[in-house]
């Protein structure tokens, strides 16, 4: 992956609605919804959503099949899998196999972030 396709996905993504779009495809997996299916999910104006889901698609985040009068839309997980490895793969200088597990990670952080007596307060 380049630097002008990460950038594409993440200005597709910047949109609220295109995010929950996203995730509500991701979660339905393969199969996939048409697009009347996400409207009426999220409750979305069909006008309004295909603004969107055509943005979504020339940015190869969906995929999208005819069936008939429909058009199903699947996300394209490939694809952002691609766009973790890319903003992952220096990680720990190039070796990502040295990286910390960020579950273990928060787990030996979360104590600090939720104590109220760990964080810093200012003063006035």
């Known amino acids: 992956m380049d630097n002008n396709t990460a950038t594409s996905i993440f200005g597709s993504l910047s949109s609220g609605i295109r995010l929950d779009v996203y995730r509500l495809l991701v979660k339905t997996g393969p199969a996939g919804l048409v697009a009347g299916e996400i409207a009426a999910a999220l409750g979305l104006p069909s006008t309004n959503l295909s603004f969107h889901l055509k943005a979504m698609t020339h940015a190869q985040l969906l995929g999208v099949t005819q069936e008939g009068r429909f058009q199903r839309y699947r996300a394209n997980m490939p694809l952002m899998l691609d766009l973790i490895t890319y903003l992952t793969e220096e990680c720990c ?32």
């Open 93 to 124: 200088s190039g070796h990502p196999e040295q990286c910390f597990d960020q579950a273990s990670a928060f787990d030996c952080c979360e104590s600090e972030l939720s104590n109220p007596l760990t964080q810093t307060e200012t003063k006035p």
